[in-house]
C-alpha cells in the first residue's frame, strides 16, 4: 500500500522513492509474463522422432530415427575398448581440473592423426589446428563461427541436397547463407554424379562447399573414389574452401582409413580443409560429447594464429570442453591394445549393419515386393534412404509403430535380426 | 599451395585469455617458492587441486553400473539433474516450483547456462530483437560476461557500478543510481554471492533495496550463481539473495555452475534455471531454449551430471557434499583471517578488514598494477593485474612468504 502523506521530494530536492513494498509491483505484474509472446517450438525433428516412439505402447514398436547404434537385441552397445579404458582412468584418480580451451592435448593430437593419417605431411610439418569440441555439432558451430568471422570469401555455405537437418540452422545462426548443390538422385536411390559437378562447377569463387566425408546423413550414398578425384579437381578449379563434417568414420565401411580417403586426397591434392570430426557413432561415447574441428593452414605460423582465434570463439561459449569422453578417446587411441580392439568392433558394428541391410532386402524381396531395393545395399553407413514418401512414412508410424523421420530415412542401427522381418512387412505393406 | 583463399592468412594473433596465460606462466616459472593466486579453483592446504570424497565415492557407483551406458541426453539435459540442481538454488519448498513455473537447461558449466540464456533473451526478451537492449555488468566483473553476452549478439553491454575502490566496499549509492537511471527493461547480471572478483556482496537489506528498483523498473534479473556453498559454507545462506528475488515474484533467470561447490571444474556442470511467471509461459521459453541448445552443443555431456544428480539425490552423499562444501568454505575463512592478521602484525600500511569482509574464493586486494607487477616478477607471486587474489591459493606454508612480500610491494611501490 502507499504510504500515504509522504513527501514526494526529499532534502536535496531530489526525487525521493516510496517505501513501497514490492508485492505492489508484483501485483501489477502478476497477469503479464516477459514471454507472453514467445511462440512454442517445433519439436526437433530428429531427436523429436525419439520422443514420440517413448510414449508407444506398441510392443513391436521400433526406433529408426536417431543415428545411435543398436547391438542385435536393440539395446544401446557400449564398446567392450571404452570400458576398459574407463577401468584405466579410474584407476589412475586424475583431478579435475580445467582443461584448456581447447581441449585434452592428447585427444586433439590423436583425433587429427585418426582423420589425417599419423604419417601426413600436414601433421609432420605442425601446419594445422585441432580443437576439442561438443561433438560434431559443437564442431561444426565452431566452424561456423570461425568462417563467419575470418572467412574473406562469400559467406555462403553449399551443402549438398539432402543434407543432416541440423546443418543449415546451425550456419544459419553463425550468419552464414545457405545454399544447395545436387547430391541425391530420387529416381535411383543414388549419387547424381553429373547434377553434383555441374551445380559445384557454378559455385562462385572462394564459397565455402561442405562435403560428408563418408556415410553421407541421410541418405548413405556416398561417390566413389573416381568420383571424388572429379569433384576434388572441380572444386580446386572454383577455388572454394572445403568444410569436411566426418561424423562416421570406421562406421561406414568398417575400416578408418577407407573411410577417410576422401578427407586425405583432398589434402593431398593441395585442399587446406576444416574438418569436423566425431566420436558419437564410431566410439559409441554419444553422451559424452567427443569431437574435433581442425583447420589445415599454410603453415606453422598460420596454425598458431588461427588456434589463438578458435579459443577466442570458444571461450564465450562454454570455456573450456568437457574431459571424461575426450580421456576415453584419448586412451583407446593411444593404447595399442584398445585401439586394436576399437577397430575390431568398429568393424563388427559396421557389419552388422551391413547384414541387416542384406536381410531387410531379402525380406521384401520374400515378401514379393515388386520395387527395386538394391540401393539399400549399395547405401553405406547407419542410414537408409529408402525413397519412401511422407504419406508411407506417416502410415508405417500410424499403423506400425516404425519411428523414422518423415525424409524416409532409416537408421539400419536400429534394425535387429529380431524385428526385421517386421520391417520389411511393414514396408512392403505401405509400398505394394 | 592449397586453395584456402588467400585471407586466412590474415587471421591475426589473438591475445590469449589473461587467467590462463597467468597459470602458464606460473607454471613455466621455476622459482622454488612460487605461488599461484591466478585462476580460480580450490586447492588444499598442500596446494594440490581436491577430487571431494564424495565425488570419488559417486564416480566408483557409476563406473561400476552396468545399466549405466553413454546414450544422448535429452537436449536439454537430465531430467533429474536439472529439477535438483534447481533445488539446490531455490529451495526444495521455493512456491515457484511448487507452482509448476520452474524449469532448467542443463549446460556446459556456468559459461554454458550464461550463453543459453544470453541467446535466448536476445532472440526472445522485450520483443524479437535485442541486440541494442542494453546489458548491464558489474563493475568489476567477471571478465568473461562482456564477451559472453557480446557474442551472443548483445551490442551494447555496459557496466553499473558496484566496487568502490576507495572504501574498498560496495558503491551502493552508484549501483542503485544506475538502476534508476538505466533505460527501462534493461537486463542487469547479478552475483547471487560472493562476487568475482571483488568478494564483496550486498547486505540482505541492500538485496532488498535493489530488488524494489528493479520491479519498480521493469528490470531483468539474470542471476549468476558461481560459488552456491562456497562462499559462506551454508547452500540456504549463499542462495538469499536469489530466493529473495523469486519469491517478490520477479522472471528471473540463474545461471549455476557446479565447476567450484562439486569441484567438477573440467566436467562442465551447470544448470540454467528458469522461473517464469506460469508453467504455460514456461514451456514456451524452454521449448525455445531447446532450439538454441540444438545448434550449439546439440545435447549436454553426462558424466557430471550424472556425479552431481547421484549426489544430491541421495541423502547420505548430500549430507556428505555439504560437508566437502563447509571444508573448502572454511579452509578459505581460515585463510582470510590469516592473512589479515599477519598484514596487521606486519604494520602494512593501510586497512586489511576487506580481507575478512569480503566473501568467497577472491579477494580485490587493492593492490594497484605496479604493485601486482612487482609480486610477480620480484616476489613470483601470481594475481591478476586487478588485484584479485585467490584465497585457495594460499597455505599455512606460504602465507607468511605471501604477507611479507605484499607488505614489500605496498610499501616499497606506489
Known amino acids: ?432 | 599451395q592449397g586453395s584456402t583463399p588467400r585471407a586466412i592468412s590474415i587471421v591475426p594473433q589473438a591475445a590469449p585469455v589473461a587467467v590462463f596465460k597467468l597459470t602458464q606462466d606460473f607454471n613455466n616459472d621455476q622459482f622454488p617458492n612460487k605461488v599461484n593466486l591466478g585462476v580460480g579453483a580450490y586447492r588444499t592446504d598442500e596446494g594440490q587441486p581436491w577430487v571431494l570424497p564424495v565425488v570419488k565415492k559417486v564416480e566408483k557407483i557409476i563406473v561400476h553400473d552396468d545399466r549405466l551406458n553413454h546414450e544422448y541426453l535429452p537436449i536439454l539435459g537430465l531430467p533429474e539433474f536439472r529439477s535438483s540442481a534447481s533445488k539446490i538454488v531455490l529451495g526444495d519448498n521455493s512456491p515457484a516450483i511448487l507452482e509448476n513455473r520452474v524449469g532448467a537447461v542443463q549446460c556446459l558449466g556456468g559459461t554454458g547456462a550464461l550463453k543459453i540464456g544470453a541467446e535466448f533473451l536476445r532472440r526472445f526478451y522485450n520483443g524479437s530483437n535485442n541486440t541494442k537492449t542494453p546489458i548491464y555488468v558489474s563493475a568489476p566483473t567477471w571478465e568473461n560476461h562482456n564477451a559472453v553476452f557480446s557474442s551472443a549478439g548483445f551490442e551494447d553491454v555496459r557496466p553499473y557500478r558496484y566496487w568502490d575502490a576507495e572504501k574498498r566496499g560496495l558503491d551502493l549509492a552508484g549501483f542503485l543510481g544506475d538502476l534508476e537511471s538505466c533505460p527501462e527493461h534493461s537486463v542487469f547480471v547479478l552475483h547471487a554471492c560472493a562476487h568475482n572478483p571483488t568478494g564483496t556482496d550486498p547486505t540482505q537489506e541492500q538485496w532488498k533495496q535493489i530488488a524494489e528498483v528493479m520491479m519498480r523498473r521493469k528490470l531483468f534479473a539474470f542471476f549468476d550463481s558461481a560459488y552456491q556453498g562456497f562462499a559462506s559454507g551454508s547452500l540456504e545462506k549463499d542462495a538469499w539473495a536469489v530466493r529473495y528475488f523469486v519469491s517478490s515474484g520477479f522472471e528471473m533467470f540463474c545461471a549455476q555452475s557446479f565447476s567450484k561447490n562439486f569441484g567438477l571444474y573440467n566436467e562442465r556442470v551447470g544448470n540454467l534455471t528458469v522461473v517464469a511467471r506460469d508453467a504455460d509461459n514456461l514451456k514456451r521459453v524452454l521449448s525455445q531454449m531447446e532450439k538454441v541448445v540444438r545448434i550449439t552443443w546439440s545435447n549436454p555431456p553426462s558424466q557430471g551430471a550424472r556425479i552431481v544428480t547421484i549426489t544430491l539425490t541421495s541423502p547420505e552423499l548430500f549430507s556428505e557434499w555439504q560437508e566437502n562444501v563447509k571444508t573448502m568454505a572454511n579452509r578459505v575463512l581460515l585463510m582470510r583471517s590469516q592473512l589479515k592478521a599477519k598484514l596487521q602484525a606486519l604494520g602494512t600500511p593501510g586497512t586489511w578488514d576487506h580481507i575478512t569482509d569480503q566473501i568467497g574464493m577472491f579477494s580485490f586486494t587493492g593492490l594497484n598494477p605496479k604493485q601486482v607487477e612487482y609480486l610477480v616478477k620480484e616476489k613470483h607471486i601470481y594475481l591478476m593485474a586487478s588485484g584479485r587474489i585467490n584465497m585457495c591459493g594460499l597455505t599455512t606454508k606460504n602465507i607468511d612468504y605471501v604477507a611479507e612480500s605484499i607488505h614489500e610491494a605496498v610499501t616499497k611501490v606506489q
Request: glycine share 10%; net charge positive.
Open chain 1, 1 to 432: 500500500m502507499l504510504k500515504a502523506g509522504r513527501a514526494n521530494k526529499g532534502k536535496n530536492g531530489k526525487k525521493k522513492s516510496y517505501n513501497i513494498p514490492l508485492s505492489y509491483y508484483t501485483h501489477l505484474l502478476w497477469c503479464s509474463s516477459w514471454w507472453g509472446g514467445v511462440q512454442m517450438g517445433p519439436p526437433d525433428p530428429i531427436l523429436g522422432v525419439t520422443e514420440a516412439f517413448k510414449k508407444d505402447t506398441n510392443p513391436k514398436k521400433m526406433n529408426l530415427g536417431v543415428g545411435a547404434y543398436r547391438d542385435d537385441q536393440g539395446k544401446p552397445f557400449v564398446l567392450s575398448c571404452v570400458r576398459k579404458a574407463e577401468a584405466i582412468i579410474a584407476a589412475k584418480q586424475l583431478d579435475k581440473e580445467y582443461l584448456p580451451i581447447g581441449g585434452l592435448a592428447e585427444f586433439s593430437k590423436a583425433c587429427a592423426q585418426l582423420a589425417l593419417g599419423p604419417e601426413n605431411e600436414v601433421l609432420k610439418s605442425s601446419r594445422s589446428v585441432t580443437v576439442q569440441t561438443i561433438s560434431g555439432t559443437g564442431s561444426l558451430r565452431i566452424g561456423a563461427n570461425f568462417l563467419a568471422r575470418f572467412h574473406p570469401g562469400p559467406h555462403d555455405v553449399y551443402l549438398p541436397k539432402p543434407s543432416w537437418g541440423n546443418h543449415t540452422p546451425i550456419f544459419r545462426d553463425a550468419g552464414m547463407q545457405l545454399k544447395a548443390y545436387r547430391y541425391y538422385e530420387p529416381s535411383t536411390c543414388g549419387f547424381d554424379f553429373k547434377g553434383a559437378l555441374d551445380d559445384i562447377s557454378k559455385i562462385p569463387e572462394q564459397s565455402i562447399i561442405l562435403l560428408h566425408a563418408c556415410a553421407h546423413n541421410p541418405t548413405g550414398v556416398d561417390p566413389r573414389p573416381e568420383q571424388w578425384k572429379e569433384i576434388a579437381d572441380i572444386v580446386k578449379k572454383r577455388n572454394l574452401l572445403v568444410f569436411f563434417d566426418m561424423a562416421y568414420q570406421g562406421f561406414a565401411s568398417g575400416d578408418i582409413d577407407r573411410d577417410a580417403w576422401a578427407v586425405r586426397h583432398f589434402i593431398e591434392n593441395g585442399h587446406n580443409i576444416v574438418l569436423s570430426q566425431s566420436f558419437a557413432k564410431n566410439m559409441g561415447l554419444y553422451g559424452e560429447r567427443v569431437g574435433g574441428f581442425t583447420v589445415v593452414c599454410k603453415d606453422a605460423e598460420e596454425a598458431k594464429r588461427v588456434e589463438s582465434q578458435l579459443k577466442i570463439l570458444i571461450r564465450p561459449i562454454y570455456s573450456n570442453p568437457p574431459v571424461n569422453g575426450a580421456r576415453i578417446a584419448a586412451t583407446i587411441l593411444n593404447t595399442p591394445e584398445l585401439r586394436s580392439l576399437w577397430l575390431e568392433e568398429v568393424h563388427g558394428m559396421a557389419n552388422r549393419i551391413i547384414k541387416m541391410r542384406e536381410q531387410l532386402v531379402a525380406g521384401l524381396k520374400k515378401n514379393g515386393s515388386s520395387h527395386n531395393w538394391q540401393h539399400v545395399i549399395d547405401q553405406i553407413g547407419m542410414f537408409c534412404f529408402t525413397g519412401l514418401k511422407p504419406e508411407q512414412v506417416e502410415r508405417l508410424t500410424k499403423e506400425f509403430s516404425v519411428y523414422m523421420t518423415k525424409d524416409g530415412r532409416i537408421s539400419m542401427a536400429g534394425v535387429t535380426s529380431g524385428n526385421v522381418g517386421y520391417l520389411a512387412d511393414a514396408i512392403h505393406a505401405v509400398t505394394k
